[in-house]
């Protein structure tokens, strides 16, 4: 096994270990599992590659001529490969393509960077923020050998590789206050115009309504996954989900009314935590009514969205369960939203930031005519109000930590794996 680069210090080599093939030499015939995706810029390097992906029998595997931007246009319109490989040659700001990559990455994948500078700085900024491997070229076999038998075979076995989506929990301070609308336009408006991968989750198990504001039809995969955890995997969360767009899935289910679900909330947070895996944000539709699954589910969201209307029982409530959420010690940010701004006979803004105890984080008009139409027609509201769209895209703005005020790069928290999330 050779270094990584000669002239690298030690540390930087390929321990000899993951060079382990994990294949028979002697006649084995069955292919290795999970998707390879290789982009490369030089005829040299793409054949090096196939060359050895036919040696090591990796089945699905593919090369693309390109860079990371190439990368970066094709994976905004489909899913993710197991495995990535992007050419950095020639591209000035690496650094800053890696970042437009990792807004269009689903976080379980695993990234491997190669290019044609023997860069220090480079391979320690890349690996701290998270990328599996830097190689520059040419690529000697015995790299591309131990890179692909690993990560293959990690693919094949189903291994986490450690990266987490954003889990976001909205919940109403009372019932009736819009908690579905903030949600359901919040997720669609993440993936429709943000491009990123959404998981939406109803935990109303039996009188939800996330699935009819996007005219889906309840599933049972909700259930099945909360009463049997064991056998959640990546195969029943794709069968399950409902798409309800490219980049919006749905899961939701619509138990009878009488006996009622009461659902295990280690399950619900394995759930969560797979999905999670998949996905850059998940978010969920919380129930209010503060059973012990909605609230393990709020200690456990990276965000949680309190949404109250204009009422002084809203106030008074979406008041007393952020003082809750902040006595708990818990460092997790909570956000109150103003739903239905000055709608007939409710309470001024300055009144209900009185009551508030201090001014909302967001406020959302009331604008009854357009969401009405919307609700009845299973679209997000977002899509027929613009006014409503601008509100909920500033929402979007705290979710995904892109603010006026700053915040963390998408890079650290989707290739460091989102870990303060959990």
């Given at each position: 096994?050779?270094?990584?680069?000669?002239?690298?210090?030690?540390?930087?080599?390929?321990?000899?270990?993951?060079?382990?093939?994990?294949?028979?030499?002697?006649?084995?015939?069955?292919?290795?599992?999970?998707?390879?995706?290789?982009?490369?810029?030089?005829?040299?390097?793409?054949?090096?590659?196939?060359?050895?992906?036919?040696?090591?029998?990796?089945?699905?595997?593919?090369?693309?001529?390109?860079?990371?931007?190439?990368?970066?246009?094709?994976?905004?319109?489909?899913?993710?490969?197991?495995?990535?490989?992007?050419?950095?040659?020639?591209?000035?700001?690496?650094?800053?393509?890696?970042?437009?990559?990792?807004?269009?990455?689903?976080?379980?994948?695993?990234?491997?960077?190669?290019?044609?500078?023997?860069?220090?700085?480079?391979?320690?900024?890349?690996?701290?923020?998270?990328?599996?491997?830097?190689?520059?070229?040419?690529?000697?076999?015995?790299?591309?050998?131990?890179?692909?038998?690993?990560?293959?075979?990690?693919?094949?076995?189903?291994?986490?590789?450690?990266?987490?989506?954003?889990?976001?929990?909205?919940?109403?301070?009372?019932?009736?206050?819009?908690?579905?609308?903030?949600a359901v336009n919040l997720a669609s408006y993440l993936a429709d115009v943000g491009r990123r991968r959404i998981a939406l989750v109803d935990l109303d198990l039996h009188t939800g309504t996330v699935a009819l504001h996007l005219n889906l039809k309840p599933g049972r995969g909700l259930r099945e996954a909360i009463?049997?955890?064991?056998?959640?995997?990546?195969?029943?969360?794709?069968?399950?989900?409902?798409?309800?767009?490219?980049?919006?899935?749905?899961?939701?289910?619509?138990?009878?009314?009488?006996?009622?679900?009461?659902?295990?909330?280690?399950?619900?947070?394995?759930?969560?935590?797979?999905?999670?895996?998949?996905?850059?944000?998940?978010?969920?539709?919380?129930?209010?009514?503060?059973?012990?699954?909605?609230?393990?589910?709020?200690?456990?969201?990276?965000?949680r969205i309190v949404v109250a209307d204009g009422n002084l029982a809203g106030a008074r409530d979406a008041l007393r369960l952020r003082g809750a959420f902040e006595s708990s010690g818990s460092s997790r940010q909570t956000l109150v939203v103003h739903n239905r701004r000055g709608a007939p006979g409710a309470l001024?803004?300055?009144?209900?930031?009185?009551?508030?105890?201090?001014?909302?984080?967001?406020?959302?008009?009331?604008?009854?005519?357009?969401?009405?139409?919307?609700?009845?027609?299973?679209?997000?509201?977002?899509?027929?109000?613009?006014?409503?769209?601008?509100?909920?895209?500033?929402?979007?703005?705290?979710?995904?930590?892109?603010?006026?005020?700053?915040?963390?790069?998408?890079?650290?928290?989707?290739?460091?794996?989102?870990?303060?999330?959990?």
């Amino acid at each position: 096994m050779t270094a990584l680069a000669q002239p690298f210090t030690s540390s930087m080599s390929i321990p000899a270990n993951h060079g382990s093939l994990q294949t028979e030499r002697g006649g084995k015939t069955s292919e290795r599992g999970g998707k390879v995706l290789a982009y490369v810029t030089d005829p040299a390097t793409e054949t090096a590659l196939r060359q050895t992906a036919s040696q090591l029998l990796v089945g699905d595997f593919e090369v693309r001529r390109g860079d990371v931007r190439t990368a970066v246009r094709d994976l905004a319109r489909q899913r993710s490969p197991d495995l990535l490989i992007v050419d950095l040659s020639g591209i000035e700001l690496p650094i800053g393509a890696m970042e437009s990559l990792s807004q269009v990455c689903e976080p379980s994948v695993t990234v491997v960077a190669i290019g044609d500078r023997n860069d220090v700085a480079l391979y320690r900024n890349l690996r701290g923020l998270g990328v599996a491997e830097y190689l520059f070229k040419p690529l000697p076999s015995d790299q591309i050998e131990a890179l692909l038998g690993r990560a293959a075979g990690t693919a094949a076995r189903g291994e986490d590789t450690g990266r987490q989506g954003k889990l976001v929990a909205v919940t109403g301070a009372r019932g009736g206050v819009g908690t579905t609308t903030v949600a359901v336009n919040l997720a669609s408006y993440l993936a429709d115009v943000g491009r990123r991968r959404i998981a939406l989750v109803d935990l109303d198990l039996h009188t939800g309504t996330v699935a009819l504001h996007l005219n889906l039809k309840p599933g049972r995969g909700l259930r099945e996954a909360i009463e049997a955890p064991e056998r959640v995997d990546q195969l029943f969360l794709e069968r399950a989900m409902q798409p309800a767009s490219d980049r919006l899935d749905v899961l939701a289910t619509e138990e009878p009314i009488i006996p009622p679900v009461a659902p295990n909330p280690r399950a619900v947070l394995d759930l969560l935590d797979s999905l999670r895996s998949q996905y850059h944000y998940v978010l969920v539709d919380v129930p209010h009514d503060l059973s012990e699954t909605a609230r393990a589910v709020l200690d456990q969201a990276a965000l949680r969205i309190v949404v109250a209307d204009g009422n002084l029982a809203g106030a008074r409530d979406a008041l007393r369960l952020r003082g809750a959420f902040e006595s708990s010690g818990s460092s997790r940010q909570t956000l109150v939203v103003h739903n239905r701004r000055g709608a007939p006979g409710a309470l001024t803004p300055a009144e209900f930031n009185r009551a508030l105890g201090g001014p909302a984080d967001y406020a959302i008009d009331c604008r009854p005519k357009p969401l009405i139409e919307a609700a009845t027609l299973g679209e997000p509201a977002i899509k027929r109000c613009a006014p409503f769209k601008s509100e909920i895209s500033k929402l979007a703005e705290a979710v995904s930590g892109q603010s006026a005020g700053g915040g963390t790069s998408l890079l650290g928290r989707l290739f460091r794996g989102g870990k303060s999330a959990k």
